[in-house]
């Protein structure tokens, strides 16, 4: 989508703060497109946001963009190409039954209890990363409240709760949860998001452009 441009151009687009990119869970991801469009690391500012409210810092101005998972339907906000695919994996304790797998299906996810839309989460998104049903019919029970990860971690780890998420979490789980590969949930296209009418500085213009041509080569 193109980018709206900065009413002030010339000396007034140098930055004179980093570009203040929204990440919610692992930074890895983050830091591997920053440094696929060749950006020092000091350029950029990693800005956490709660699940629950994925998109309030964005829209207070709180970030400059944000990395987002599927498709939105906000029409306040814009969002680009996909800049890669995140594999999905379902996490779950150490002890869980399906923990030792090499793969699990998702119709696997319907023998136990899941995690219901959080917050203000967009419901359609959440039926992406959780589906409502598997692909066989079965219903999927969304019955645990997501808070933070710091509290799905402990109910996966105290109960056999699961949740289907994605491999890139692996790198943040602590050694009693697993992350187990889906092999029939499709992996996540993975994009920037800003709001669309906002006047983005130049040097946020460039990140975006810079980022989404790395992934293109």
Same mark, same amino acid.
């Given at each position: 989508m193109p980018l709206p441009h900065d009413a002030g151009a010339g000396a007034a687009d140098h930055p004179v703060r980093p570009v203040r990119l929204g990440v919610h869970g692992s930074p890895r991801t983050a830091a591997e497109l920053v440094a696929a469009a060749g950006r020092d690391r000091r350029d950029v500012e990693f800005v956490p946001y709660d699940v629950a409210d994925p998109f309030g810092p964005l829209r207070a101005g709180e970030m400059d963009v944000l990395l987002v998972k599927y498709a939105l339907r906000e029409p306040d906000l814009a969002f680009g190409e996909p800049l890669l695919f995140d594999d999905r994996a379902l996490l779950?304790? *150490?002890?869980?039954?399906?923990?030792?797998?090499?793969?699990?299906?998702?119709?696997?996810? *319907?023998?136990?209890?899941a995690f219901s839309c959080p917050g203000d989460f967009p419901p359609y998104v959440w039926d992406q990363v959780v589906p409502p049903r598997t692909p066989g019919g079965r219903p999927v029970r969304r019955v645990h409240p997501m808070t933070t990860v710091e509290g799905m971690v402990d109910l996966l780890a105290r109960s056999t709760a699961v949740h289907p998420s994605f491999r890139s979490l692996e790198d943040i789980l602590p050694p009693h949860i697993r992350a187990v590969p889906l092999h029939d949930l499709p992996p996540a296209p993975v994009s920037l998001a800003w709001r669309r009418d906002a006047q983005l500085p130049a040097h946020v213009r460039q990140f975006i452009t810079d980022v989404e041509r790395s992934t293109r080569r």
């Open positions: 779950l304790g *150490a002890h869980h039954p399906l923990a030792t797998r090499a793969t699990v299906s998702v119709e696997e996810v *319907a023998d136990y209890d």
